[in-house]
Protein backbone atom coordinates (compact mmCIF):
# COMPACT_ATOMS: atom_id res chain seq x y z
CA UNK A 1 0.00 0.00 0.00
CA UNK A 2 1.13 3.64 -0.97
CA UNK A 3 0.99 5.79 1.99
CA UNK A 4 2.08 9.53 2.73
CA UNK A 5 2.68 10.64 6.21
CA UNK A 6 1.68 14.27 6.95
CA UNK A 7 4.64 15.62 9.91
CA UNK A 8 7.52 13.28 9.56
CA UNK A 9 9.44 15.23 11.34
CA UNK A 10 7.28 15.50 14.87
CA UNK A 11 7.58 13.37 17.79
CA UNK A 12 5.02 10.34 16.63
CA UNK A 13 6.38 11.10 12.85
CA UNK A 14 9.77 10.39 14.03
CA UNK A 15 8.83 7.05 15.30
CA UNK A 16 6.23 5.84 12.70
CA UNK A 17 8.05 6.73 9.38
CA UNK A 18 10.73 4.44 9.70
CA UNK A 19 8.05 1.76 11.08
CA UNK A 20 5.59 2.34 7.77
CA UNK A 21 8.79 2.31 5.44
CA UNK A 22 9.32 -1.60 6.45
CA UNK A 23 5.92 -2.28 5.88
CA UNK A 24 4.50 -0.27 3.04
CA UNK A 25 5.30 2.39 0.00
CA UNK A 26 5.78 5.17 3.03
CA UNK A 27 6.52 8.49 1.91
CA UNK A 28 6.65 11.48 4.42
CA UNK A 29 6.46 15.60 4.76
CA UNK A 30 8.49 17.56 6.83
CA UNK A 31 8.25 21.82 6.86
CA UNK A 32 11.45 22.99 8.01
CA UNK A 33 14.03 20.46 9.11
CA UNK A 34 14.20 16.60 8.50
CA UNK A 35 15.70 14.45 11.45
CA UNK A 36 15.01 11.36 9.32
CA UNK A 37 16.66 11.98 6.47
CA UNK A 38 15.13 9.05 5.03
CA UNK A 39 13.79 7.94 1.31
CA UNK A 40 10.44 9.49 0.61
CA UNK A 41 10.69 13.02 1.78
CA UNK A 42 9.26 16.14 0.66
CA UNK A 43 9.20 19.36 2.46
CA UNK A 44 5.85 20.73 2.10
CA UNK A 45 3.76 24.10 3.35
CA UNK A 46 0.37 22.43 5.14
CA UNK A 47 -1.28 26.29 4.77
CA UNK A 48 0.51 26.04 0.74
CA UNK A 49 -2.72 24.32 -0.75
CA UNK A 50 -1.73 23.99 -4.53
CA UNK A 51 1.33 22.19 -3.09
CA UNK A 52 -0.70 19.66 -0.75
CA UNK A 53 -2.48 18.53 -4.05
CA UNK A 54 0.68 18.38 -6.20
CA UNK A 55 1.99 16.39 -3.84
CA UNK A 56 -0.43 13.94 -2.99
CA UNK A 57 -1.64 13.93 -6.89
CA UNK A 58 1.91 12.70 -7.91
CA UNK A 59 2.43 10.49 -5.31
CA UNK A 60 -1.09 9.32 -5.39
CA UNK A 61 -1.67 7.34 -2.17
CA UNK A 62 -3.72 4.92 -0.88
CA UNK A 63 -4.04 5.81 2.92
CA UNK A 64 -2.82 9.53 4.34
CA UNK A 65 -1.98 9.80 7.87
CA UNK A 66 -2.23 13.02 9.50
CA UNK A 67 -0.12 13.94 12.21
CA UNK A 68 0.88 17.06 11.71
CA UNK A 69 -0.32 20.21 13.60
CA UNK A 70 1.30 21.17 16.96
CA UNK A 71 0.65 23.11 19.77
CA UNK A 72 3.81 25.04 19.52
CA UNK A 73 3.61 26.36 16.55
CA UNK A 74 2.90 30.44 16.08
CA UNK A 75 0.50 30.28 13.52
CA UNK A 76 -0.98 26.70 15.18
CA UNK A 77 -4.97 27.56 14.56
CA UNK A 78 -4.13 28.17 10.73
CA UNK A 79 -1.87 25.07 10.55
CA UNK A 80 -4.18 22.74 12.19
CA UNK A 81 -7.64 24.02 10.52
CA UNK A 82 -6.24 25.01 7.50
CA UNK A 83 -4.01 22.08 6.86
CA UNK A 84 -6.37 19.40 7.66
CA UNK A 85 -8.82 21.28 5.14
CA UNK A 86 -5.97 21.03 2.37
CA UNK A 87 -5.05 17.28 3.81
CA UNK A 88 -9.16 16.44 3.61
CA UNK A 89 -9.07 17.45 -0.18
CA UNK A 90 -6.25 15.81 -1.00
CA UNK A 91 -7.38 12.43 0.44
CA UNK A 92 -10.63 12.84 -1.54
CA UNK A 93 -8.77 13.74 -4.68
CA UNK A 94 -6.66 10.44 -4.40
CA UNK A 95 -9.99 8.84 -2.97
CA UNK A 96 -7.84 7.89 -0.54
CA UNK A 97 -8.56 6.60 3.76
CA UNK A 98 -7.46 9.03 5.94
CA UNK A 99 -5.90 8.32 9.36
CA UNK A 100 -6.36 11.72 11.46
CA UNK A 101 -4.51 12.48 14.63
CA UNK A 102 -6.20 14.66 17.23
CA UNK A 103 -6.40 15.08 21.02
CA UNK A 104 -8.04 14.26 24.33
CA UNK A 105 -8.05 17.90 25.00
CA UNK A 106 -11.04 18.32 23.17
CA UNK A 107 -12.88 17.40 25.46
CA UNK A 108 -13.62 19.97 28.41
CA UNK A 109 -12.16 17.62 31.09
CA UNK A 110 -15.07 17.34 34.06
CA UNK A 111 -16.45 14.15 33.37
CA UNK A 112 -13.88 11.78 31.90
CA UNK A 113 -13.54 9.24 31.35
CA UNK A 114 -14.73 10.47 27.83
CA UNK A 115 -16.19 7.93 24.97
CA UNK A 116 -16.04 8.54 21.51
CA UNK A 117 -19.36 9.57 21.16
CA UNK A 118 -19.29 12.57 24.04
CA UNK A 119 -19.70 15.77 23.10
CA UNK A 120 -16.61 18.25 22.42
CA UNK A 121 -16.23 21.35 24.51
CA UNK A 122 -12.05 22.27 24.59
CA UNK A 123 -11.43 24.74 26.96
CA UNK A 124 -8.29 26.54 24.98
CA UNK A 125 -6.99 27.30 21.66
CA UNK A 126 -5.31 24.09 21.08
CA UNK A 127 -8.26 22.09 21.73
CA UNK A 128 -10.57 24.28 20.11
CA UNK A 129 -8.11 23.97 17.02
CA UNK A 130 -8.17 20.00 16.77
CA UNK A 131 -11.94 20.26 17.75
CA UNK A 132 -12.32 21.95 14.59
CA UNK A 133 -10.13 19.62 12.68
CA UNK A 134 -12.37 17.13 13.50
CA UNK A 135 -14.96 18.20 12.03
CA UNK A 136 -13.31 19.14 8.64
CA UNK A 137 -11.98 15.29 8.81
CA UNK A 138 -15.53 13.79 9.41
CA UNK A 139 -16.80 15.17 5.64
CA UNK A 140 -14.39 12.77 4.16
CA UNK A 141 -16.42 9.29 3.47
CA UNK A 142 -13.09 7.16 4.56
CA UNK A 143 -11.71 8.36 7.61
CA UNK A 144 -10.71 7.34 11.25
CA UNK A 145 -10.40 10.08 13.86
CA UNK A 146 -7.45 9.21 16.73
CA UNK A 147 -7.75 10.57 19.56
CA UNK A 148 -4.69 10.07 22.04
CA UNK A 149 -3.49 11.43 24.79
CA UNK A 150 0.34 12.51 26.19
CA UNK A 151 2.59 10.95 23.32
CA UNK A 152 5.95 9.14 25.01
CA UNK A 153 9.00 6.94 24.06
CA UNK A 154 11.89 5.74 25.48
CA UNK A 155 14.31 6.40 22.85
CA UNK A 156 13.38 9.78 22.06
CA UNK A 157 12.59 12.16 24.70
CA UNK A 158 9.15 13.47 24.02
CA UNK A 159 9.00 17.59 23.62
CA UNK A 160 6.94 17.96 27.40
CA UNK A 161 9.96 15.86 29.79
CA UNK A 162 12.49 17.81 27.73
CA UNK A 163 10.50 21.24 28.21
CA UNK A 164 10.66 20.22 32.39
CA UNK A 165 14.51 19.00 32.29
CA UNK A 166 15.53 22.19 30.54
CA UNK A 167 13.90 24.65 33.06
CA UNK A 168 14.62 21.99 36.43
CA UNK A 169 18.76 21.79 34.75
CA UNK A 170 18.55 25.99 34.53
CA UNK A 171 17.34 26.42 38.32
CA UNK A 172 13.99 27.17 37.33
CA UNK A 173 10.71 26.72 38.86
CA UNK A 174 8.33 24.28 36.97
CA UNK A 175 5.34 23.00 38.58
CA UNK A 176 3.34 19.07 37.77
CA UNK A 177 -0.15 19.32 37.85
CA UNK A 178 -1.66 16.35 40.36
CA UNK A 179 -5.08 17.16 39.23
CA UNK A 180 -4.64 16.82 35.73
CA UNK A 181 -5.86 13.48 34.65
CA UNK A 182 -4.43 11.67 31.60
CA UNK A 183 -3.30 8.23 29.95
CA UNK A 184 -0.32 8.21 28.50
CA UNK A 185 0.29 6.89 25.26
CA UNK A 186 3.44 4.32 24.21
CA UNK A 187 4.66 6.01 20.42
CA UNK A 188 5.59 3.09 19.69
CA UNK A 189 2.04 1.39 19.96
CA UNK A 190 0.40 4.27 18.56
CA UNK A 191 2.05 3.92 15.76
CA UNK A 192 1.27 0.25 14.94
CA UNK A 193 -2.06 1.49 15.90
CA UNK A 194 -1.80 3.83 12.79
CA UNK A 195 -0.72 1.49 10.44
CA UNK A 196 -2.88 -1.21 11.25
CA UNK A 197 -6.12 0.98 10.71
CA UNK A 198 -4.68 1.84 7.44
CA UNK A 199 -5.99 -1.47 6.52
CA UNK A 200 -9.09 -1.48 8.90
CA UNK A 201 -12.64 -1.08 7.41
CA UNK A 202 -13.26 0.93 10.16
CA UNK A 203 -14.40 4.09 10.25
CA UNK A 204 -15.16 7.06 12.63
CA UNK A 205 -13.25 8.07 15.77
CA UNK A 206 -11.09 5.94 18.20
CA UNK A 207 -9.54 6.93 21.34
CA UNK A 208 -6.21 5.12 21.36
CA UNK A 209 -3.98 5.68 24.77
CA UNK A 210 -2.43 4.10 27.31
CA UNK A 211 -4.76 1.62 29.49
CA UNK A 212 -3.27 2.96 32.70
CA UNK A 213 -4.65 6.73 34.13
CA UNK A 214 -2.24 9.36 35.87
CA UNK A 215 -1.84 12.55 36.81
CA UNK A 216 0.65 14.74 35.05
CA UNK A 217 2.66 14.81 37.66
CA UNK A 218 2.94 11.09 38.28
CA UNK A 219 3.77 10.64 34.48
CA UNK A 220 6.59 13.97 34.80
CA UNK A 221 7.96 12.23 37.47
CA UNK A 222 8.12 8.68 36.21
CA UNK A 223 9.53 10.31 32.74
CA UNK A 224 12.06 12.18 34.73
CA UNK A 225 13.06 8.63 36.71
CA UNK A 226 13.45 7.31 33.26
CA UNK A 227 15.55 9.63 31.68
CA UNK A 228 17.90 10.04 34.63
CA UNK A 229 16.87 13.66 35.35
CA UNK A 230 18.03 14.31 38.89
CA UNK A 231 18.40 18.03 38.93
CA UNK A 232 14.85 18.37 41.12
CA UNK A 233 15.53 20.98 43.44
CA UNK A 234 13.11 23.55 41.86
CA UNK A 235 10.46 21.04 41.08
CA UNK A 236 6.65 21.55 42.26
CA UNK A 237 4.04 19.67 42.61
CA UNK A 238 0.66 21.09 42.94
CA UNK A 239 -2.66 22.01 41.49
CA UNK A 240 -3.64 23.63 37.91
CA UNK A 241 -5.29 26.68 37.39
CA UNK A 242 -8.96 26.50 35.39
CA UNK A 243 -7.96 27.29 32.49
CA UNK A 244 -6.59 23.73 31.97
CA UNK A 245 -8.98 20.62 31.58
CA UNK A 246 -8.74 18.64 34.46
CA UNK A 247 -9.99 14.69 33.93
CA UNK A 248 -9.34 14.15 30.48
CA UNK A 249 -9.22 10.06 30.82
CA UNK A 250 -10.43 8.16 27.53
CA UNK A 251 -12.30 4.95 27.55
CA UNK A 252 -10.17 3.14 25.28
CA UNK A 253 -12.10 0.13 25.23
CA UNK A 254 -13.29 0.10 22.21
CA UNK A 255 -9.82 0.52 20.72
CA UNK A 256 -8.78 -2.23 22.87
CA UNK A 257 -11.37 -4.49 21.34
CA UNK A 258 -10.95 -3.17 17.92
CA UNK A 259 -7.15 -3.25 17.67
CA UNK A 260 -4.50 -6.17 17.71
CA UNK A 261 -1.87 -3.71 18.76
CA UNK A 262 -2.21 -3.86 22.39
CA UNK A 263 -2.39 -0.33 24.79
CA UNK A 264 -0.40 -0.89 27.06
CA UNK A 265 0.09 1.51 30.25
CA UNK A 266 2.95 2.96 31.18
CA UNK A 267 4.18 1.16 34.25
CA UNK A 268 3.75 -1.84 32.31
CA UNK A 269 5.67 -0.31 28.87
CA UNK A 270 8.43 0.61 31.63
CA UNK A 271 8.74 -2.54 33.48
CA UNK A 272 9.35 -4.03 30.25
CA UNK A 273 12.04 -1.79 28.94
CA UNK A 274 13.60 -1.49 32.21
CA UNK A 275 17.14 -3.09 32.02
CA UNK A 276 17.72 -6.47 33.90
CA UNK A 277 19.82 -6.23 36.92
CA UNK A 278 22.58 -8.60 37.02
Known amino acids: MRVLISGGSGYLGQHLVPV ?8 YTYFQNDPLALPGASRLDLLDRAAVLSLADQ ?38 RLIHLSTDVVFDGRQGPYRESDPLNPRHAYGRAKAAAERIVAGHRDHVIIRPSLIYGLRIMD ?45 GILHVAGRQAMTRAEFGVKMLDWWGIDDRASLRIGPSDDRWPRDCRLDTSLAQRLLATRLPGLDEVLAAHRPSEV
Do not use: K, Y
Open 20 to 27: ALDRCDAH
Open 59 to 96: IRPQAIIHTAGSNRSPNMEAVIEDGTRHIVEAARLCQA
Open 159 to 203: HSTAWIATGLRAGQEVTLFNDQWRNPVWVEALSQACLELIESTFL
